[in-house]
Each structure stands twice: as C-alpha cells, then as structure tokens.
C-alpha cells in the first residue's frame, strides 16, 4: 500500500509541561496546541517589531521556533507522540523540567 493513502496528520493535544522539586512532581500544566501556536506567533510577530528592550530581545529568540517543521517530522512518522521537547535537570537545585509534545 501506498504511504499516501495511509497519511493521517499528527493532531497533537498540547504541550505538557512537568517540574519536578525535590522528587516530587509539583507543577503538572498542559496548555492546548491552539493556545500554543498562537502564542508563538503572536510572540515571533512581537519579537520583529522594532521596539527594544530586554522583552523584545527575548521574543525575537521565537522567530527560530519552526513547530511546523515538528509536525511534518510527526507526519513522516520520524517522530512519534508523545515527543520530548526540552529536558532541563538542575542536580544542585534537585529540580527537573521537562516539555512535551502530546
């Protein structure tokens, strides 16, 4: 059988985000992907604006976030849901993060 006939685009939930504090799980948000999406681009429009500070050089750090180039690797079936975004572990601080895409 063709790969064309059985496309059936990704649709992801959300992106989850987990912080974990001395062994225990204390924050535990899913923000929906709509939310997401447009977040970011209300965010990469506010990061091209020719406003400076410190917020807008904080923004313009969006204009690099491709999710659309995450979910056609989704597509392809090179990766798969859920799918780990960013990972941060502080040992010193005994804090862990981590940001999913379900």
Same mark, same amino acid.
């Not at 204390?26 to 209300?42: D, E, Q, R």
């Given at each position: 059988?063709? !790969? ?9 939930? *959300? ?7 001395? *062994?225990?799980?204390?924050t535990n ?9 447009m977040g ?7 990061? !091209?604006?020719?406003?400076? *500070? ?7 750090? #969006? ?8 979910l056609d690797?989704? !597509?392809? *079936?090179? #990766?798969?849901?859920?799918? #780990? ?8 601080? !005994? ?8």
């Amino acid at each position: 059988m063709d !790969n064309q006939q059985n496309y059936r685009p990704v649709k992801p939930k *959300g992106i989850r985000i987990q912080v974990t504090e001395n *062994g225990a799980l204390t924050t535990n948000v899913l923000i929906p992907y709509f939310a997401v999406k447009m977040g970011l681009h209300f965010g990469q429009m506010a990061g !091209n604006s020719r406003k400076k *500070g410190k917020a807008a050089d904080e923004l313009e750090l #969006l204009k690099d976030i491709d999710i659309e180039a995450v979910l056609d690797l989704l !597509n392809k *079936g090179e #990766l798969s849901l859920p799918c #780990l975004l960013a990972e941060v572990n502080e040992p010193d601080k !005994n804090e862990h993060v981590t940001i999913t895409l379900e």
